[in-house]
């Protein structure tokens, strides 16, 4: 089983890697059309996946199609499964 690098990034090299059992927070975007989702932007702390939402809806913020940000926790594992999940609709992903 491979790590997953997580953290605080700094010129976007993410800083720590983490074992697989290890709790993360990222943030989900839900998509309106088609209603799907995905994790990104995996952190550390809750505090730091905030700031990591608030810049991604600064990001998304001036287009035409905007997705529906929160910050939820999950495994690094699950995250590297959700990884190989495209248009992800499962209604058992973490919310």
């Known amino acids: 089983m491979g790590r997953l690098w997580a953290g605080g990034s700094r010129r976007g090299v993410l800083s720590h890697r ?20 995905e994790f990104v932007r995996p952190r550390l ?15 998304w913020r001036p287009g035409p199609l905007r997705p529906r940000l929160s910050v939820v926790q999950i495994s690094a594992n699950d995250l590297r499964i959700h990884g190989r999940r495209r248009d992800c609709m499962a209604p058992d992903c973490p919310r």
Do not use: G
């Open 18 to 37: 983490v074992r697989d059992n290890q709790v993360l927070y990222v943030v989900r975007r839900d998509w309106p059309y088609p209603a799907t989702h």
């Open 45 to 59: 702390t809750q505090a730091e996946a905030v700031r990591a939402a608030a810049a991604d809806f600064r990001y």
